[in-house]
């Protein structure tokens, strides 16, 4: 496909009805030629296009999408392309767009088509024709318009061109149907697969997007939010902003005319409901895909501390290089990688005690996680996230916790203790310890790991939700605030994950902030016991405004100042 040759065949010959119902030149709109742009990109690199696509409502893809598989399919030889949308509506409007293409092209331009009673436009010799002259030669390639909940839809053909339509609203076989038409599109440079939708809560899109954002599949995501489409404005009659519309306009460079057109919207199109106004027509992914049932946290703090770190890389990231002879671990040495299990935000400060909690794969889930917390801030300083073996994940761990100054380890002891037996074989000498009570002597018992109970889920949670309302600045992960948003109270008011979803960094975040709030690791930097540490009139007030507990956790983050 040569992407110039396209852009200006859409621009020069196709034509397409707006809103109001006129057939007009097409022209690219701002969002058309961004995606456009990224297109282009993908299209030099010589590699298969793959584009995922989330998006306000009303941008305009798929009729650039459309544009782009006419130009394919009508100018080539055996090119087939399919089309395939939510509903038998939008399924019989992306079919009109094709053959309104057709018809208003200029007649030399115009391929041979032939008849069909399906939704395809074939562009071969018509039948008669061909029998009567049989050395007539058409295109023999066709685009093909389905609806998305047929069984088999789209397995029988072999597709250079597919678009996928509205993908989050395809229902419970989106799973596979996508996955079946994707067998069938081949993996050379000249196919070409966008998939495209606005969001519905959690479900195969999100997860497509998830994976495409963290890399694991070979989809470049591209979000349009909804204030860069230029049409969205309204005329400014004076009303005074409200404290999220100043915060929109000045983390967005919003005009006037368009936060106009965003009270507009939210009082007519969507019911006077504004999150399902961000749901629609979101300003950022994590506003698109609102969560379906009541987040534990605070989202708005959430999405907020997303958008202030969002440019905000860490530091490195990377994995652990060691020597292990079966009994120690030895020569480590850190290596870059950007594909690596650990992203590093703060490094190690010289003597500062650091806590590193995790939660092991294990109860469905398939990610080992771990987060490093600085026992004098609070602050998170590293996060371990991955797929591999639990020998790995146990040997990566070591050589974390070494890194950040002998670290106090505690990782979750519900499912595999292989990880914490492994820890204390290799010899590390800071692990946490639990006491439980002996049922049947009634001593007390120690062991290593952070054992998550129906009592310590609540308070470890509880936690949890404190931080994110009051110090989400000492979050600096977006992956783990991102989980976040889709951990919820389910229907009897337990807090998880929400289904489909995984919360897996969320409870490692948890368990290492139990660690942080523990006496087991230093809350002081070596021979700084006896300095009395200096506290401003407002740190005073909130001590003086505490209860005991409250008290003792004011000191272990600000320091001792008696």
Same mark, same amino acid.
């Given at each position: 496909?040569?992407?110039?040759?396209?852009?200006?065949?859409?621009?020069?010959? !196709? %034509?397409? /009805?707006? &809103?109001?119902?006129?057939?007009?030149?097409?022209?690219?709109?701002?969002?058309?030629?961004? #995606?456009?742009?990224?297109?282009?990109?993908?299209?030099?690199?010589?590699?298969?296009?793959?584009i995922i696509i989330l998006k306000a409502r009303q941008m305009g893809f798929s009729t650039?999408?459309?544009?782009?598989?006419?130009?394919?399919?009508?100018?080539?030889?055996?090119?087939?392309?399919?089309?395939i949308a939510h509903t038998e509506e939008a399924t019989n409007n992306l079919f009109n767009m094709s053959k309104l293409f057709y018809d208003c092209l200029p007649g030399r331009l115009q391929p041979e088509r032939q008849a069909s009673n399906s939704k395809e436009l074939i562009f071969d010799i018509p039948t008669q024709k061909a029998r009567s002259n049989?050395?007539?030669?058409? !295109? %023999?390639? /066709?685009? &093909?318009?389905?609806?998305?909940?047929?069984?088999?839809?789209?397995?029988?053909?072999?597709? #250079?061109?597919?678009?996928?339509?509205?993908?989050?609203?395809?229902?419970?076989?989106?799973?596979e149907t996508l996955n079946g038409l994707m067998q069938a599109v081949p993996s050379t440079n000249n196919s070409m697969v966008i998939i495209e939708s606005t969001a519905n809560g959690f479900n195969y899109f999100k997860e497509l997007w998830d994976k495409a954002v963290n890399g694991e599949n070979d989809f470049v995501p591209v979000f349009f939010a909804w204030f860069e489409l230029e049409e969205y404005k309204k005329p400014y009659d004076g009303f005074e902003l409200t404290a999220e519309e100043k915060?929109?306009?000045?983390?967005f460079?919003?005009?006037?005319?368009q936060l106009s057109w965003r009270r507009w919207c939210i009082k007519n199109n969507c019911g006077g409901d504004?999150?399902?106004?961000?749901?629609?027509?979101?300003?950022?992914?994590?506003?698109?895909?609102?969560?379906?049932?009541?987040?534990?946290?605070?989202?708005?703090?959430?999405?907020?501390r997303i958008n202030d770190i969002r440019t905000v890389k860490p530091i490195k990231r990377g994995y652990f290089a060691y020597t292990n002879d079966g009994l120690q671990i030895t020569d480590t040495e850190w290596v870059d990688d950007e594909k690596?299990?650990?992203?590093?935000?703060?490094?190690?400060?010289?003597?500062?005690?650091?806590?590193?909690?995790?939660?092991t794969a294990g109860d469905g889930s398939d990610y080992f996680t771990g987060h490093v917390i600085d026992n004098l801030t609070g602050v998170q300083s590293a996060v371990f996230w991955g797929k591999l073996d639990e020998d790995e994940y146990t040997r990566q761990i070591y050589c974390l916790g070494m890194y950040y100054n002998n670290a106090l380890i505690g990782l979750e002891a519900n499912f595999s203790t292989y990880p914490i037996r492994e820890l204390e074989r290799l010899g590390y000498t800071k692990q946490y310890v639990r006491e439980t009570p002996d049922t049947y002597t009634h001593s007390i018992k120690k062991s290593f790991g952070y054992l998550t109970s129906s009592k310590t889920r609540p308070v470890m949670i509880a936690e949890l939700v404190r931080i994110v309302r009051e110090d989400i600045e000492m979050i600096n992960d977006i992956k783990t605030l991102?989980?976040?948003?889709?951990?919820?109270?389910?229907?009897?008011?337990?807090?998880?994950?929400?289904?489909?979803?995984?919360?897996?960094?969320?409870?490692?975040?948890?368990?290492?902030?139990?660690?942080?709030?523990?006496?087991?690791?230093?809350?002081?930097?070596?021979?700084?016991?006896?300095?009395?540490a200096r506290w401003e009139p407002d740190q005073w007030e909130d001590y003086y405004n505490a209860d005991t507990e409250q008290r003792r956790l004011l000191i272990a983050k600000w320091g001792d100042p008696f």
């Open positions: 496909m040569n992407i110039h040759k396209a852009i200006d065949y859409i621009q020069s010959v !196709l %034509k397409i /009805k707006t &809103k109001k119902g006129k057939i007009v030149p097409f022209r690219l709109n701002e969002p058309q030629n961004k #995606l456009y742009g990224v297109i282009k990109q993908e299209w030099k690199k010589g590699k298969p296009i793959r650039l999408t459309e544009g782009i598989i006419f130009h394919r399919t009508a100018t080539k030889d055996n090119v087939n392309s399919f089309i049989p050395e007539l030669e058409g !295109l %023999k390639s /066709k685009i &093909k318009c389905a609806t998305a909940g047929g069984k088999g839809v789209g397995r029988s053909d072999t597709v #250079l061109n597919l678009h996928a339509s509205e993908v989050a609203f395809w229902g419970d076989n989106a799973k915060e929109l306009q000045e983390r460079d919003l005009s006037l005319e504004i999150e399902l106004f961000k749901q629609e027509y979101p300003s950022t992914p994590e506003e698109a895909f609102i969560s379906t049932g009541a987040c534990v946290f605070d989202k708005n703090n959430i999405i907020q690596g299990y650990i992203s590093v935000y703060e490094e190690p400060k010289e003597n500062c005690p650091y806590v590193l909690g995790g939660d991102q989980e976040m948003l889709s951990f919820i109270r389910n229907d009897k008011g337990r807090p998880e994950a929400e289904t489909g979803q995984h919360d897996d960094l969320v409870m490692g975040l948890a368990i290492a902030y139990q660690l942080y709030m523990s006496n087991q690791q230093s809350h002081e930097l070596p021979g700084k016991g006896n300095r009395k």
